[in-house]
């Protein structure tokens, strides 16, 4: 069965970045979509983008369009979220997620196996 990581988070000024990972142990992230998802303090959960198992297409919601860059590693089993140009609204705990449909789906319930989730703070 998959375990996932998230590591990367921490505290960075508006306008600067963040690059999060997510690693993976007991199976190959090559053979699932994987979403990166955030949950602000007192709001629900919502999707970040994800990474196709297909052909590692991927989609961004529209917070993160033009900002956020999410990729894959086979070598290093890891799926990248690389976050540009961070706002304050941006805070919140970022999870990775895996599915084992063959492309991206915006429907959490699609995803069985999630991280333990990494804190991400934009503020001055």
């Known amino acids: 069965q998959v375990h996932l990581v998230e590591s990367g988070g921490g505290l960075v000024q508006p306008g600067g970045s963040l690059n999060l990972s997510c690693t993976a142990s007991?199976?190959?992230?090559?053979?699932?979509?994987v979403g990166w998802f955030r949950q602000a303090p007192g709001k629900d959960r919502l999707g970040v983008g994800c990474?196709?198992?297909?052909?590692?297409?991927?989609y961004y919601a529209e917070p993160g369009k033009g900002r956020f860059t999410i990729s894959r590693d086979s070598a290093k089993n890891a799926v990248y979220l690389q976050m540009n140009s961070l706002k304050p609204e941006d805070t919140a705990v970022y999870y990775c997620?895996?599915?084992?449909?063959?492309?991206?789906?915006?429907?959490?319930?699609?995803?069985?196996?999630w991280g333990q989730g990494t804190q991400v703070t934009v503020s001055s």
């Open positions: 990474i196709s198992q297909s052909d590692d297409s991927t």
């Open positions: 007991g199976s190959t992230l090559d053979d699932y979509t």
């Open positions: 997620a895996v599915s084992t449909y063959y492309y991206c789906s915006g429907y959490q319930r699609a995803y069985t196996t």
